[in-house]
């Protein structure tokens, strides 16, 4: 299977999961999966969240993006991971002054 973002609509999306400013998004979801290309714009962030039923793998495509896991900074590079596994918290800042490029991939939506 191909999924190929650049043939998808893309979406704006306000105050992701309580955060603040924009997050541009092109996204593939079935009932197993969710991925998500996505840019968040200088100063966006998304609000503190719990995976409590599932992980989260971002991917920085451009850019750096400063994530908070479970209250501890990480300052996360393209062409590195941050990684939120199933029982945890984080959220996303983006501290630049230049859209942050991200890969995100959400399994086990059951």
Same mark, same amino acid.
């Given at each position: $299977?191909v999924?190929?973002?650049?043939? $998808?609509? +893309?979406?704006?999306?306000? @105050? !992701?999961? @309580?955060g603040e400013g ?6 593939? #979801?079935? &009932?197993?999966?969710?991925? $998500? ?5 200088? @100063?966006?962030?998304? %609000?503190?969240? *719990?995976h409590? #039923?599932?992980c &989260?793998?971002?991917?920085? *495509?451009? %850019? #750096? $993006?400063? !994530?908070?896991?479970? %209250?501890?900074? &990480?300052? =996360?590079?393209a @062409? +590195? =991971?941050?990684?939120?596994?199933? %029982?945890?918290?984080?959220? !996303? =800042? ?8 991200? *890969?995100?991939i959400?399994? &086990? *939506?059951?």
């Amino acid at each position: $299977m191909v999924i190929d973002f650049d043939n $998808m609509a +893309q979406a704006s999306v306000f @105050g !992701f999961k @309580g955060g603040e400013g924009e997050l541009k998004t092109r996204n593939y #979801v079935d &009932e197993n999966i969710k991925i $998500m290309k996505s840019a968040l714009t200088p @100063g966006a962030s998304s %609000g503190d969240h *719990l995976h409590d #039923v599932n992980c &989260e793998v971002i991917y920085i *495509l451009k %850019g #750096v $993006m400063t !994530f908070y896991a479970d %209250g501890e900074r &990480e300052l =996360v590079a393209a @062409g +590195q =991971v941050h990684y939120c596994p199933k %029982g945890h918290t984080h959220h !996303f =800042v983006n501290e630049t002054t230049e859209d942050v490029e991200y *890969l995100a991939i959400v399994p &086990e *939506l059951r």
